[in-house]
């Protein structure tokens, strides 16, 4: 193999000769021997936007050859199209705020420039990853700016999934809601309610995520690009500052914002705390309803088995016929890991020192792992689940006929104390409600059924009057 030297502060070091990466990368992947994952590939797409837009904001300013400028506009456009992944090296966990990360975004960027230019990897005479690459840029802008951006080009996936649930739940709400069932209070028999209206109230929360999915892009689109080291700007011209910004909301398509204040936006983590924090609100009403979903379904044959999920696989190795709601496991699981993550992003986020927070690479593993997770989790949720659940109807309508939470819904009629009455009756003969409430001439069969219908189990309050 043959091989090229390079140098940096701490000495020299042989680098394989055509490798898009330096010497810089070398250190880090020796240092950083850390989780073993790579860093986020959205990540490093977003590198690759916002390289572009510090490239050509120098261009304009006279500050880049035109051949140098464009043979590096084509290497961010090939990281950006995800290109250039496979030269991404360090791990996703890195000291140094994320400098390692930045220097082999430039590494990579200038090699594979040098080569669009004919010249060998390593050439930095001709075009350098810090003189060039890196010109008017710091680790404490760049990566902060591209994990923002990352961040919402996943939330905008995110929220695309959220709309398609929300439509399959909204769906199942109107398909179901003529099917009576018992409504259950600390897992005990309560009231009756619908199925259809056991979705609908799936549905809302998901809406709200929808919406609060949205809302957190305001906080992620304000970004630092420009601040350089600290917010001052220093060694950035007055006019690149102004400039990039609005060179990377045309490159991204992201309604981009520069930050008023780019010492505050270059030290505080608090967005990316709030966006996560976000996530969390997510991350809980996915575990709740897929809880909920396990528990519905539970049996077949001795358990609730009010509705019938999608069979995915077999569930046992040893249990013949066993299927088990791998779906709604693996989306609480998902679910766990969010609120996880938040943890230690949030543990991170607050760990900053002065005019810098060195631990943002944990933070930007942490709140796109997350946003993967949870993106994923609610299109697995919805294609693989509930777009084909099943409700066992007869096994609702048995509930019904058979439990002494319908009773509630004849106080109106017959007065709590014969409810109370045939309640007993019921535990001590072991017939069905409707066979006792005929038997003992209490109700017409029709007016028994008129007030444990769909209809009237879902009215808000009781009528007042018979001119209500």
């Known amino acids: 193999m043959k091989f090229r030297w390079e140098e940096d502060l701490l000495g020299r070091m042989k680098i394989p000769a055509d490798a ?7 250190r880090a992947t020796e240092n950083f021997k850390l989780s073993g994952r790579k860093v986020h590939p959205f990540l490093i797409r977003a590198f690759g936007a916002v390289k572009w837009a510090c490239a050509q904001t120098n261009f304009e300013l006279g500050c880049l050859q035109e051949a140098h400028y464009r043979a590096l506009e084509d290497a961010c456009r090939e990281m950006l199209n995800g290109e250039l992944d496979d030269f991404i090296l360090t791990d996703a966990l890195q000291g140094g705020a994320g400098t390692s990360l930045n220097m082999n975004v430039n590494e990579v960027l200038c090699n594979r420039a040098l080569q669009l230019l004919g010249k060998s990897p390593g050439s930095y005479e001709v075009l350098h990853p810090i003189e060039q690459v890196n010109l008017h840029q710091s680790t404490n802008d760049t990566f902060p700016t591209a994990l923002r951006v990352a961040a919402l080009w996943l939330l905008d996936e995110l929220e695309d999934n959220l709309v398609a649930l929300l439509e399959t739940l909204q769906t199942l709400e109107h398909t179901f809601a003529d099917v009576v069932r018992i409504a259950r209070t600390e897992l005990q028999d309560a009231v009756l309610t619908t199925m259809g209206g056991t979705f609908g109230a799936f549905a809302e929360p998901i809406a709200r995520d929808r919406w609060r999915v949205y809302k957190s892009k305001e906080r992620l689109r304000v970004v630092n690009l420009g601040g350089t080291a600290i917010g001052t700007g220093i060694t950035a011209p007055r006019r690149y500052i102004f400039r990039v910004v609005e060179n990377l909301k045309n490159i991204t398509r992201l309604a981009l914002a520069r930050a008023e204040n780019l010492i505050d936006a270059t030290q505080n983590a608090d967005p990316i705390v709030e966006a996560d924090g976000i996530l969390q609100t997510c991350a809980v009403n996915l575990f709740k309803i897929s809880n909920d979903l396990r528990w519905l ?172």
Request: with cysteine; glycine share 6%.
């Open 297 to 468: 379904a539970s049996g077949p044959e001795s358990g609730l088995r009010e509705i019938v999920l999608p069979p995915r696989q077999a569930g046992s190795s040893i249990m013949p016929g066993k299927v088990n709601p791998v779906i709604p496991e693996a989306v609480i699981q998902a679910a766990l890991t969010v609120m996880s993550n938040h943890e230690r992003l949030s543990k991170a986020a607050a760990l900053g020192n002065f005019e810098l927070n060195a631990f943002l690479p944990l933070m930007a593993d942490a709140l796109l792992t997350n946003l993967d997770l949870l993106k994923n989790a609610v299109r697995l949720l919805d294609r693989c689940c509930l777009r084909g659940i099943r409700v066992n109807r007869e096994v609702c309508r048995q509930n019904v006929l058979n439990s002494t939470a319908t009773l509630t819904a004849l106080v109106s009629r017959i007065g709590y104390a014969r409810a109370q009455a045939l309640a007993g009756a019921m535990q001590e003969s072991g017939k069905s409600l409707k066979t006792l409430v005929l038997g003992q001439n209490l109700l017409s069969e029709s007016e028994f059924e008129q007030l444990i219908s769909a209809e009237s189990v879902t009215r808000l309050g009781e009528k007042e009057s018979a001119h209500d």
């Open 20 to 26: 898009l990466w330096g010497i810089h990368t070398a």
